[in-house]
C-alpha cells in the first residue's frame, strides 16, 4: 500500500529563496497534517485540513508559511521568503479522522536554509 | 548550530528484556492517546493507541497502559529487539480522535545485544 508521499525528501536552499513542500496523502483520508521537527521544539503541528479545508492553522510561525489542499490528494507547505530558522523536518500525516484511525505520516523533507 | 536542544531521555535495554516507556501528558481533558515510533531518517510510525475509557490494551508485543488519576501513559514492549531501537513518541487529543496531536518530547530506546 502506498503511504504519504513527500517530495522532495532534501531541500538545501538560500536565505531568501521560496521554498515549497508537497505531499500526497494516502487515498480515501479525509484529514492532512503538516508537522515540523527540530531539535528545539521537537514535533509541532503547523496546520490541518479537514476534507480540503483549512481546519486549524494555529501553529503556522508567521506570515511567511503558507499551505493549500487544492484537492483530496494533494497539498502545498509554502515558505516565502525563508530564512535559516526555518531549517527543520517537515511532516507531513493523513487519516481518516471519522474512522477513529491514527494518522500516517510521510518520511519527511529535510529542510536546509543556508 | 544549535548548541542546547530536547533533552532526549534514553532507555537502554538488553535483548530479550522487556522495556517499559513512560510519558506524562498535562492535558487532564485528554481522551485519546497514542504511541509513535521514530527511526533515524523516517516519519513517526504508529505502534498502538488507547482511548480514556480504558486503562490498558495490548497489541503484538505491545501493551499500553493509562492512569488517567496521575496522567501517565507507558508503553511496555516485550522481548524488546534490536529492530525497537528508535525514539518512541507518546501523543495526546482532547477530541477523542487523531484530528489534533500534541507530541512528548519522546524517548530514545537502545538495545544493546
Known amino acids: 500500500d502506498a503511504g504519504v508521499i513527500q517530495s522532495p525528501r532534501h531541500e538545501v536552499t538560500e536565505m531568501g529563496q521560496e521554498v515549497t513542500l508537497r505531499c500526497k496523502p494516502i487515498?480515501?483520508?479525509?484529514?492532512l497534517f503538516w508537522y515540523r521537527q527540530t531539535m528545539m521544539r521537537g514535533l509541532e503541528l503547523l496546520i490541518y485540513?479537514?476534507?480540503?479545508?483549512?481546519?486549524?492553522d494555529s501553529g503556522m510561525p508567521e506570515d511567511r508559511f503558507s499551505a493549500k489542499m487544492p484537492n483530496a490528494s494533494f497539498s502545498t507547505l509554502k515558505i516565502q521568503p525563508s530564512e535559516p530558522r526555518d531549517s527543520a523536518v517537515y511532516f507531513c500525516?493523513?487519516?481518516?479522522?471519522?474512522?477513529?484511525?491514527?494518522?500516517?505520516f510521510g518520511d519527511g523533507t529535510r529542510l536546509s536554509i543556508l | 548550530g544549535e548548541s542546547v536542544g530536547l533533552h532526549l531521555p534514553t532507555l537502554s535495554v538488553q535483548e530479550g528484556d522487556n522495556s517499559i516507556i513512560n510519558c506524562a501528558y498535562s492535558n487532564s481533558a485528554s481522551d485519546y492517546f497514542i504511541w509513535y515510533k521514530q527511526e533515524s531518517g523516517k516519519g513517526p510510525q504508529f505502534i498502538i493507541d488507547?482511548?480514556?475509557?480504558?486503562d490498558k490494551r495490548q497489541g503484538q508485543r505491545v501493551t499500553v497502559l493509562l492512569n488517567k488519576t496521575v496522567k501517565h501513559l507507558s508503553l511496555q514492549i516485550a522481548a524488546t529487539q534490536p529492530g525497537d531501537s528508535a525514539v518512541y513518541f507518546c501523543a495526546e487529543s482532547p477530541t477523542g480522535t487523531a484530528s489534533k496531536l500534541t507530541f512528548g518530547t519522546g524517548t530514545r530506546l537502545q538495545v544493546t545485544l
Open positions: 487515498s480515501g483520508h479525509n484529514s
Open positions: 485540513f479537514n476534507n480540503n479545508v483549512p481546519i486549524d
Open positions: 500525516a493523513s487519516s481518516f479522522v471519522d474512522s477513529g484511525q491514527p494518522q500516517h
Open positions: 488507547i482511548r480514556s475509557n480504558m
